[in-house]
């Protein structure tokens, strides 16, 4: 009598098992993250491995890098695409996103290769495009936690966010947030022709071009040393407005 | 007068190369003579430039000389920048169609290290 509760017990406990993998599975179907990375052979493995662990299927996208990128990604668990060539963070995110839309995906997340974003925020992004609707999510700092920041860099963040609404028309909260979910037919009317940086502002002037909805969602980023020394400065930033006005002035999209 | 010689021989040298760029439409051709030619007469005679100059309302022919040229530089690299921003986006297309396909071949080597499909073609084509 033991044995058989015993069986009766593992089998409930082996439907159980089965029945949260292929929910999970159902759930992760068509999901997929593209990460952009240039020389991030330091850090581009273990946020390989923290999303892979959480079963989301993973495409990098090796920007030319001199480093050792390409293979640590790889052996992560991600597919690892190569530009042969540095072309810029914008070009390397549609070169994944081209290669996604053709693996069938119905959702697709952006995220850094420099470790500053969190793999928790991506259920909440994936949800407010499926359950909810939404063409696109974009992740806030502000509406959520920023960890490392200092003041001159929250301020220079408000900054530009303050100058990308003007230009883009949206009313957002933050506007460089690299962690955003976009629906796959949403991405057929966001194709990104910015190579370099301002992609993220063209980006958010095709979003109200094409009346796409959106929605905002808190995520965390943790900024460290390393994430630090690769974000944007001054200088850069005047460099992707040149970029940003110089690509409307002949008559592409921004 | 050394500078005239220099000047005239820079002059017959762009425009031999202007001239055997066949592919040039008729039209840049025409304004280009027109060009070489008023260059040749205001080398030759630079004081010829000073009544078009006055009428302009600027001081000398020399000066108006380097305004024209200035302008004309200005155009030139607005063009050369946009004609190469078109080319790096050119490049990032072949970049990208590069990174796909080698995908494709890399998984398709995979499969075919795995079931054995094709393993005989470089044998049968030596």
Redesign the interface.
Known sequence: MGAVKQTLSLAVEQHARDRLARESEAQLHGMWVVIPAYNEGKMVGEVVANLVTLGLQVVVVDDGSADNTQAVAKSAGAIVLRHVTNRGQGAALQTGIDFVLGQKASVVVTFDADGQHSAEDIPALVATVRDEGADVALGSRFLGKMHGAGLGRTIFLRLSTFVSNRLSGLPLTDSHCGIRAISASALRDLRITQDGMAHASQLLYSIARHRLSWKEVPVTIRYTEYSRAKGQNVTQSLRILFDYFFHRSRGGQP | MIIRAVFLVLLALLTFYVFIQRRRLPFNLIVMSLIVVAAVAFILRPEMSDPIANYLGVGTGADLITYLIQVGLIFATVHYY?KF?TL??E??KV??E???L??KVERLTETEEQTGVGRDRGRAAS
């Open positions: 946009t921003s790096q986006s490049m990032t970049v990208r590069l990174a796909l080698q995908h």
